[in-house]
């Protein structure tokens, strides 16, 4: 199995930056695809960004298209999210997830293993 760990939330004010970072450890060989999703209390968890581990195609949601970027880096075998002109609506636990599929998807349910989580929050 793989396992992911994020980092890198914290506390940042409306137009800050923020990078998080998604290590995996196991069965790293195995994956394909890496994506990151967020969820606020009492709401759906939803799509934010996915890359192909290997061949990089990438895709956002549309909310934070121009401001967030999706990558990687294979020797550390962690992605990553860069998070530029933060909004306070980007307040949320940002989740890493996992595919073994090559197939870059924006659905929750695709992906295999995942991470606990890390909290961003973007005040006013």
């Known amino acids: 199995q793989v396992q992911l760990v994020e980092s890198g939330g914290g506390l940042v004010q409306a137009g800050g930056s923020l990078r998080l970072s998604c290590a995996a450890s196991?069965?790293?060989?195995?994956?394909?695809?890496m994506a990151w999703f967020r969820q606020v209390p009492g709401q759906e968890r939803e799509f934010v960004a996915a890359s192909s581990w290997r061949y990089g195609p990438t895709y956002y949601a549309d909310s934070v298209k121009g401001r967030f970027t999706i990558s990687r880096d294979n020797a550390r075998i962690t992605a990553y999210l860069q998070m530029n002109g933060l909004k306070p609506e980007d307040t949320a636990v940002y989740y890493c997830?996992?595919?073994?599929?090559?197939?870059?998807?924006?659905?929750?349910?695709?992906?295999?293993?995942w991470g606990q989580g890390t909290q961003v929050t973007v005040s006013s």
């Open positions: 997830a996992g595919s073994t599929s090559v197939v870059v998807t924006r659905v929750e349910e695709d992906y295999d293993n």
């Open positions: 196991g069965r790293t060989f195995s994956i394909a695809t």
